[in-house]
């Protein structure tokens, strides 16, 4: 009887990868987050990336950072990876799934996140670490029992040809 592959990813890269690799569909030329949420017992159950409502153009709505005009940046219309995630999910309850982000979760993705039962964040990056939004988030999840911790990378490389 021959023995089991030993190289196989883990349970972790497994989920954090499809976020990855989620994140990749993103239109935004500055920042590409991806989302994947996952049951109990590790089955996933929605993916998302940063993008704008279904309907609005991609070619049409602006991915400015800065300008004068408000409603000519993108931060009035894009839809979070996390929102995306829980929104597209459409089969019941997310109560007790966990979530795999590529970025800590904004105060607003928190939010959606402690509302709609998820019960532990795992993050990777957490570059706006010390901002309003990030502590915003941390307060927020503390008090409502949500847990978090990063995402040990494991500097496993995988090449997808496609
Ligand atoms: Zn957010």
């Known amino acids: 009887m021959a023995n089991k592959r030993e190289d196989y990813i883990s349970w972790d890269e497994y989920f954090m990868g499809v976020a990855i690799l989620s994140g990749q569909r993103s239109?935004?030329?500055?920042?590409?987050?991806?989302?994947?949420?996952?049951?109990?017992?590790?089955?996933?159950?929605?993916?998302?990336?940063?993008?704008?409502?279904?309907?609005?153009?991609?070619?049409?709505?602006?991915?400015?950072?800065?300008?004068?005009?408000?409603?000519e940046t993108k931060y009035v219309y894009t839809v979070h990876s996390e929102l995306n995630a829980i929104l597209n999910y459409r089969g019941g309850s997310l109560e007790g799934a966990k979530l795999y982000v590529s970025l800590f979760p904004c105060n607003e993705c928190a939010k959606a996140i402690i509302q709609s039962g998820i019960k532990e964040v795992i993050y990777d990056c957490n570059k706006y670490k010390g901002t309003p939004s990030v502590a915003a988030s941390m307060r927020m999840f503390d008090a409502a029992g949500v847990k978090y911790h990063p995402y040990k990378r494991t500097g496993r490389k995988i090449e997808i040809e496609l």
């Open 27 to 71: 239109k935004d030329p500055n920042t590409q987050v991806g989302c994947c949420i996952v049951s109990q017992d590790n089955k996933i159950l929605s993916m998302g990336y940063n993008g704008l409502p279904t309907g609005c153009s991609d070619e049409e709505f602006p991915w400015n950072r800065e300008g004068e005009d408000p409603l």
